[in-house]
């Protein structure tokens, strides 16, 4: 019989809807998992935008992982303090949202954003905004590729 998976491991399973190659648990997303009473599973939660509108899907994306993994009952809890901080994403996370095509936080962001495709550093903020709020949009002067940049907090 093989062992049953702990309950982080079956939640690294669950990836971000906007960023499909990390986990919540890779993103600092994920906080924490306990079991505060027989059969109960309570999932804390700390969203990267307090306005998230990923955090509804993440939600059920873990409901439905427990729930098929044999915990019924499944609590949800989000926590805006401490606020999330992108130094919380994983090192392995980052380098799979660069070969995504999004560029993780950098510490000193006032320098030039490297292109993803092609790393030239000739790159323009097209908006603060991208595909979404904690994202904003670039475009490389070099290959012409637009391309998302991951906000740092």
Do not use: H
Request: aromatic share 8%.
């Amino acid at each position: 019989m093989s062992p049953v998976p702990s309950l982080w491991t079956l939640l690294d399973a669950v990836k971000d809807p906007e960023i499909p190659v990390v986990s919540i648990w890779e993103l600092g997303i994920l906080q924490d998992i306990c079991q505060p009473d027989e059969g109960v599973v309570r999932v804390k939660l700390t969203p990267t935008y307090s306005g998230c509108p990923a955090m509804d899907v993440i939600a059920e994306d873990i409901v439905r992982t427990l729930e098929c993994s044999g915990y019924p009952q499944v609590e949800i809890e989000r926590s805006l303090s401490p606020a999330w901080s992108s130094t919380w994403i994983l090192p392995n996370a980052r380098r799979r949202m660069r070969n995504f095509g999004i560029v993780p936080p950098v510490a000193d962001s006032a320098n030039s954003i490297a292109c993803p495709q092609c790393d030239s550093t000739e790159t323009l903020l097209v908006s603060e905004f991208g595909s979404t709020a904690c994202k904003a949009l670039y475009r490389c002067s070099s290959c012409g590729e637009p391309f998302d940049y991951f906000k740092p907090i």
